[in-house]
Structures are given as structure tokens and as C-alpha cells.
């Protein structure tokens, strides 16, 4: 069974500061993760993808995958009240069938 | 566009009722998807169609729970007879994977939160 590991939080920062969400999966054969988004009470929203070792820059958002350590992290540049949300890391695990980690949540503090 | 949505919101049914779930997926999208997360823990896939098909049903908890999808439109969701740990968010998500996209995304509805007492 293919896991996705996340510290569920609540990480904290100031705003401006950046926000490191990180994630660990089990299956060494999984190869595309995403990122989503969920404020309090609303669905989720992909934020990010990615499927090759290294970084992924979008905006403020820079998307990490290590294939080898097994870890997905997600870094928020200039982090704003508004970006305060649970951060679900998931992957791709074929067939369209996607596993989602239980979330991180940020908070931060104006 | 519209997104994807869901009907109802909330449901609070006794143990043993009988709840049906109603998803509408963006419009002319094939694929849609079931996933269900029960407090505290993650979301968890249920079933995947491809328009009227199922494609995979995997994670259906076991055989109190149905979903169709007539047409290839709007999915239904019918839990019979409902049991306490049943209770949770119920998301729909739809997606239309191809073309320049080398990746599924999925757009999710707002979910149906689902109480058994």
C-alpha cells in the first residue's frame, strides 16, 4: 500500500518568512506528486506538480523532489495571512488514482 | 465555467438510513472521481469513472456503498444502509487528462460533509 507522510501541524511562521511543508512517501516506484491547496471548508486546489528530481519555481511556491531520500517538500517564498490553509502533498499512483498524505497546516501570523 | 459541485452540503442521517450523494463534474469532462475523508485522517480515493464506466473501484469500502454515473454526466453516490463510520467529507473531483497537460489535474467539488448518528 502506497503512503504519503506528512507532519500534520500547525506549522507556524510570520508573514514575509518562508514556509517549508515537507512530505515522505513509502513507494520508491512512485514518480509524480502534487501539491494542493485546501482553505478551512472548501475543496482542494492543485497548487503544484512535479515528476523530476530538483525544484520547481511557480510564483512563490518552489515545489522540491528528492527520488532517491523519498521526500516532496513545498517552499513558500514571502508568505502572507492568505496563504494560512492545509497543504496536502499527494502522488500519482497510476491509473488516475491519486494518494493523498493527511495535510499540513499553516498558519501565518500577521 | 462552473466547477465541480455537490448536493447537498450536509447530510445528518440515523444509523441504518438510506443517503444518495450527487456529484456534477465540470462539463465535458470523462473522468470523475470519489474520495472520502473521514476527520483527522486523509483523503482517501473511493472509485474513478471514465464517463459511464468504472474504472476502478478499489477503494469502496465494501458493498453498502454504489456509484453510478448514468450517461457519463452527474454521479451518484448511495450509501445503504448508512453506519456510523460512514460519517466524514465525501469529495468529487473531475478531470480531463490530455492534450498539452502531461499531468491529471483534478478539480474538486466542495464536498457533501455526511453525519450518521
Known amino acids: 500500500q502506497k503512503e504519503v507522510e506528512q507532519n500534520s501541524g500547525p506549522l507556524s511562521v510570520p508573514e514575509g518568512a518562508i514556509a517549508s511543508l515537507n512530505c515522505t512517501y513509502s513507494?520508491?516506484?512512485?514518480?509524480?506528486f502534487f501539491w494542493y491547496r485546501q482553505y478551512s471548508g472548501k475543496s482542494p486546489e492543485l497548487i503544484m506538480f512535479?515528476?523530476?528530481?530538483g525544484d520547481k519555481e511557480d510564483g512563490r511556491f518552489t515545489a522540491q523532489l528528492n527520488k532517491a531520500s523519498q521526500y516532496v517538500s513545498l517552499l513558500i517564498r514571502d508568505s502572507q495571512p492568505s496563504d494560512s490553509a492545509t497543504y496536502l502533498c499527494a502522488l500519482d499512483a497510476g491509473g488516475f488514482k491519486t494518494i493523498f498524505g493527511a495535510g499540513t497546516r499553516l498558519f501565518v501570523k500577521a | 465555467e462552473a466547477g465541480v459541485t455537490q448536493f447537498p452540503s450536509h447530510s445528518v442521517i440515523e444509523k441504518g438510513q438510506t443517503v444518495t450523494l450527487r456529484c456534477d463534474p465540470i462539463s465535458g469532462h470523462d473522468n470523475l472521481y470519489w474520495y472520502r475523508r473521514v476527520m483527522g485522517k486523509e483523503i482517501k480515493f473511493l472509485l474513478h469513472?471514465?464517463?459511464?464506466?468504472?474504472?476502478?473501484e478499489s477503494g469502496m469500502p465494501n458493498n453498502r456503498f454504489l456509484a453510478e454515473r448514468t450517461g457519463g454526466t452527474y454521479s451518484t453516490l448511495k450509501v445503504q444502509p448508512a453506519e456510523l463510520e460512514d460519517s466524514g467529507v465525501y469529495f468529487c473531483a473531475s478531470s480531463q487528462f490530455g492534450g498539452m497537460r502531461s499531468y491529471n489535474e483534478q478539480f474538486f467539488g466542495p464536498g457533501t460533509r455526511l453525519t450518521v448518528l
Open positions: 469513472f471514465v464517463k459511464e464506466s468504472k474504472q476502478d
Open positions: 512535479i515528476y523530476s528530481n
Open positions: 513507494d520508491r516506484g512512485s514518480q509524480s
